[in-house]
DNA sequence: CCTCAATTGAAAACCGTTTTCAACTTAAAG
DNA sequence: CTTTAAGTTGAAAACGGTTTTCAATTGAGG
C-alpha cells in the first residue's frame, strides 16, 4: 500500500470513529512510514524528537497502537521485552529471520510451512487463529560464510 | 528424564558451580517437576506457599533461572506478558499450540516444518541458532467441532 | 564448633507500558 | 467569526512483571 492510501486509510478510520485529525497524528504517520520498518515505540519517539522536540512519548505510543487498530501497523515482538511495529504494506503475512548478532531483520514467507501449520494444528483438533514464526540465527555478514 | 536423573544433574550442577544445596532449592525442584508444565513463576510460587509459607518469591523466580541455566528447565514466553518455565524432560525440542479461549497448551513437534525452517534460513544466508513457531487458535473443546 | 561464602526474603528498584489529568486543539454549531 | 463540547496532548504518575539490594541466616569445609 503506498504513502498517500495509507494516510487515507487513516484518516477515513479517524473519521469513522469520530476522532480527530492533528498535527502530532501527521506527523508521526509521516515519520513512521519513512523510518525503517521494526521500530520500537522509543525509536519512533525519538527520531520525531529531532524534528519536533514538543511531541510527547505518550502521543507516539498511543498513535501507534491507533495505526494497528486501524489496520495499517502490525506490532510484533521479538523477545527483547519492548514492542515493535511495522508498516502492513502488503496484505500478506509474513515471518521473521532475525540475526542475533547484529539485530537485521529479513522478513520471509513460505507457503510449504503456513500449510503444514495448519495440518498440524488440525491433527490435534486445532483451528490457527494466528502464528509466530521467528528463526534466530546468524547472518551471513556476521558468522564466517 | 527422570525426576531423580533431573536431580541429580541439578545436585551436579550446583556442585560444579560451587553452590549450595539449600532445602529451599529442593522444595522449589520437586514441585516444579510435580505440578503441571508451563507455569509461570507467579504459579509455582503460589503452589509452593501453600506447602511453605515461608518461601520468598525471589527464591523461586531466582532458582528458576537456575534451573534454566543447568539446563533442565526451558523459559517460554507466550504473550501473555510474563515468563513460563517447562521441565526440559525430553532432549527434543517441540514447539506450541496455544488456545486463545481456554489457554490450553498442547505440543507438538513436526520435522518437515523443522526442515524446511533450515533451507529458509540457508536461502537468506542465515544459520539458525533457535527458533519459536506457536501456532494461536482454538482447541476442539472450545470451538464448534 | 568456627568461619566465610552463599542464600534467603522483604522491600525497593527497574523498565517498558499504560493511565491520569489539567491545559490545549479541533471541528461543528451558533 | 465566537462559542462550545468533545477529543487530544504531554508530563508525570501508576502499573505489572522482573530483577536487585541488603541485612540476617544458613550450609559446607576445616
Ligand atoms: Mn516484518
Ligand atoms: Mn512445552
Ligand atoms: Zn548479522
Ligand atoms: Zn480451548
Redesign the pocket.
Known sequence: MGKVKTKNKFNDF?LTQ????????EL?LEEFLCAGSHL???ELYLRLRRK?P??????????L?LFAECGIAEQR?FGD????YEASDHDEHHDHLICVACGKIVEFEDPRIEELQVEVAGGHGFTIERHRLELYGCCSDCCQG
Chains 1, 2 share one sequence.
Not at 514538543?54 to 498513535?63: D, E, L, M, N, S
Not at 521485552?81 to 515493535?84: C, N, P, S
Request: charged letters at 25%.
Open positions: 479517524l469520530g476522532l480527530k485529525s492533528t498535527n502530532q497524528r508521526i520500537s515505540t522509543e519536533n514538543r511531541i510527547g512519548y505518550a502521543t507516539v505510543h498511543r498513535t497502537k515482538h521485552g519492548q514492542a515493535r
